[in-house]
């Protein structure tokens, strides 16, 4: 497993170096895509930030803590739908931890899921090891800075 540090008061500890830059660089209405250890995240076409140890849930709760969802059109959170379309344990937790209204989480099937994939600006690949471990963010307006005071 990757070691982590906690380098800044405030930043979840997951959210480091090149993640938390490439987060830093997506766009009102842009998608990223949070990755299983099976997708073929290398394949899609956009910048890929490895997360390996970690599972999707984790990562998906970290990055929610500096990406607000885009509230504006269809739905923010994109999960892949399984063959038999029942939603495993992951996908519930991966939903519990994007912290989305139901009414904003849509799913696609597999292959649809794959090439919506390749309009993302990023991938985060995770060592998430369940299947259909997968889902898409878009990304919403960021809002005015509130400072919180001196870090502790």
Do not use: C, W
């Not at 073929?40 to 076409?45: D, K, S, T, W, Y």
């Not at 490895?50 to 984790?58: R, V």
């Not at 989305?100 to 309009?119: C, I, K, M, S, T």
């Amino acid at each position: 497993m990757e070691e982590r540090h906690q380098v800044l008061s405030g930043i979840h500890p997951i959210l480091v170096g090149d993640l938390l830059a490439a987060l830093d660089r997506l766009g009102h209405g842009e998608e990223l895509v949070v990755a299983d250890a099976n997708f073929p995240a290398h394949g899609v076409g956009a910048p890929v930030v490895e997360t390996p140890g970690l599972s999707s849930p984790a990562v998906v709760e970290a990055i929610r803590t500096v990406f607000p969802l885009d509230e504006y059109e269809a739905e923010s959170v994109l999960l892949m739908r399984s063959e038999d379309a029942v939603r495993p344990p992951v996908q519930e937790a991966l939903v519990a931890a994007a912290s989305a209204p139901v009414d904003r989480v849509g799913e696609l099937e597999r292959f649809a899921f794959y090439e919506r994939a390749r309009g993302a600006r990023l991938v985060v690949r995770t060592g998430e090891q369940r299947p259909y471990g997968n889902l898409v963010l878009r990304k919403g307006v960021v809002g005015e800075y509130r400072p919180a005071g001196a870090a502790r």
